[in-house]
């Protein structure tokens, strides 16, 4: 009988065929595929961990050396993003707040968030804004979805500012 070894590989977005069914590429971008995952699990976990390093780290500026004790919130943490989000931020340090529905609570407590709020649940607007005065908030929810219009508003006043002068 015949095994073979299955794998998956980000190739870079600058090389050609990155988006082919078959191509060749460097020894070092390949690794074994977890037998646990399927090929489109193990293909959307770099895109998934690169966007949440690029909102938290690049454009929001944390790092491991000035995070501890931040207050982030993280938007759908039950999701992809969310559950990245939450797992590097308590790394890190930061305290996290977390929205997700009721059949996502006992995921993202595993995760280590510090609270977590359903967002489908009387009175979640009223909590969620009593817990006022986020240094960042991660909003991964397409605008058409959102229950929550006026996160933002969360945020310590001075992060408003230095938020918008990064993207402006």
């Avoid at 690169?50 to 938007?75: K, M, P």
């Avoid at 595993?110 to 006022?132: H, N």
């Avoid at 929810?141 to 500012?161: E, I, N």
């Amino acid at each position: 009988m015949v095994s073979f070894l299955q794998v998956w590989s980000a190739v870079p977005a600058h090389r050609e065929g990155t988006h082919a069914k078959f191509v060749i590429t460097s020894f070092s971008s390949v690794s074994k595929k977890p037998a646990s995952l399927s090929h489109a699990d193990a293909a959307s976990l770099p895109y998934v961990a690169c966007t949440v390093w690029s909102a938290l780290c690049t454009v929001s500026g944390l790092d491991h050396h000035n995070t501890h004790g931040q207050r982030v919130l993280v938007l759908a943490g039950s999701g992809g993003i969310g559950n990245f989000a939450i797992q590097l931020m308590k790394a890190w340090g930061a305290e996290v707040t977390t929205l997700c529905a009721a059949d996502g609570i006992d995921q993202v407590a595993s995760l280590g968030a510090d609270r977590i709020i359903d967002y489908q649940a009387e009175g979640a607007s009223e909590e969620l804004r009593s817990l006022a005065g986020f240094d960042v908030i991660l909003d991964n929810v397409p605008k058409s979805s959102v229950t929550y219009p006026d996160a933002g508003r969360l945020l310590k006043s001075w992060k408003c500012r230095q938020v918008a002068k990064r993207l402006f």
